[in-house]
């Protein structure tokens, strides 16, 4: 299974598409949105404001485009071929879920670099150390959502579907504009969506604030959706494969 | 990967047992029944739409069957695989991008249990030169060479082929069989699947023609042409030369340019009766090449041939003994 993740890893880091949008847009944003000082308070409060979002969009984008790969995958028989090799199905899905995982590290880590090296971002530590802990492990509900897109629709309504998911969870969940800016109405949207609680946890945490309970339930509850989600559209697509 | 029970020993390689898939109306595969016992080189013959490819799957555990049973080895198929005792290049895609040759195989080869080393699998798909390139940016041809290496580089003990010569030219496909004789040489099972007949003449042990979803005809390539086809006797005619049909043996008869051509299923009789008669006159034999078989055998008109051919055992594969094809219900 080492193999296989190895060899998704090789092909995701190949893949224009992840690299131009998981990884440089994010980065080349924020380095605008702070320069052209968009966010709220002071420069360096704004700087790590900023990071913490275009961190969680670029994991978002990672997680997504690697459930479109799923698509792909199938439309090319690729998916078939691994049936006829000696790993199972678990260790396809495992594979896959573990690709996501890792597939967001260069999204996170480009933004963070950005931060510290071009808008001289400081902070001690064990926040650092929260921080990175919360944007990765808080990308598996995404990863779930994009696989279940993945195996549920076919090659190209699966990347568009996961494009415009991606975009939306991004823009509603305030990582491109605070939440704290929007109507009222739309506010109370954002309120309830994963990607506002998944950076919320690390906005928190990069202010000194302990994340509260409500951002981490909110997470927990869309992680289980999505893992029925994932599961429905594996058992569906396993069906016609 | 479960290696720790063996696998019932001396079971065939492959078993089909009255196996049936439908797709909505059409029943791809019809009580198909199969047996493949080991180191046999086996064609699955028939047109498009026969049901070659849905045998295929049914048996490499793709799909499940509506009924029947599929084994190999004697395990499940999933089982088998899983204990990398297959290797299988099915007719479409299977292809990954962004990787090169080199990539995709040492991960496939890493899946196995005891994979073939690298150059060898490079020497037996003749791969040398594409093992740098990208897989997305290979031709038709190098494409299905690479395919073929992903078959046969976890040194499976059946490797099963759909069409494994459809995107070839003529001389990659002379190359491509160079290289499967060599498995075969080395004791492997091999299936494949075309619907080239001179492929299947040459290169398998065994034929096995497949018409909607069923078993025509089974045995030997001598075999099949001798169950199926017709033997042509010429013979230079003048006059009314209709009491020709009538000669024993003979089941169909043209006259063309004054020679009477008569499709005979006996010709030995055929030759004795025109010459008590003295009617030999510039004498032709003409044995049928599977070609006719082939057309005999698929044909849905009735009229030509006989409407069933009985599927033989052959005698020189005594394993295959408890092959019986349900033969006696053409439904045309």
Redesign the interface.
Known sequence: MW??V??EL??TL??GGYVIFAVVMPVVMYVIFTNLGLAPGDRHDAAIYVMVSMAAYGALGGAFNNGSGIA??R????L??L??????PVQVVTGKVLTGVVGVVPSIAAVLLAGVLVNHVTLPPQRWLAIIVLLWAGTVPFSLLGLGNGYRLSGQTAAVANVATMLTLSIVGGLWIPAETFPSWLRAIADWTPSNSYAGLSWRVAFGDAPTLRQAAILVAWLLVFAAYAMYGYRRAGRR? | ?DTDIPDPTGSPAVSLTTTTKSFGPVRAVDGLTLTVPRGQTLALLGPNGAGKSTAIALL?G?IPPDSGQAALFGLAPERA????R???M?Q????????TVR??L???S????APLPLDEVVALARIGDLLGRRVDRLSGGQAQRVRFA?AVC?DPDLVVLDEPTAALDVEARREFWTGLRGLADQGKTILFSTHYLEEADEQADRIVVLGHGRVIADGTSAEIKRAAALTTVRVTVDGDASWLATLPGVRHMEIRAGRAHLRSGDSDATVMALARAGAVRDLEVVPADLEDAFVALTSTVPATVPATVPATVPATVPATAPTTAPTGKENA
């Open positions: 193999g296989y190895r060899l090789t092909r190949r893949d792909e995958d439309a090319t028989g690729w078939r071929q049936r006829l090799t000696p790993l199972t494969a | 990967m490499l793709l695989v899983r204990r990398g297959v290797g299988a099915t479409e895609g299977g292809l990954v991008q962004r990787v990539e995709l040492s991960f496939v890493g899946t196995y249990p992903m976890g």
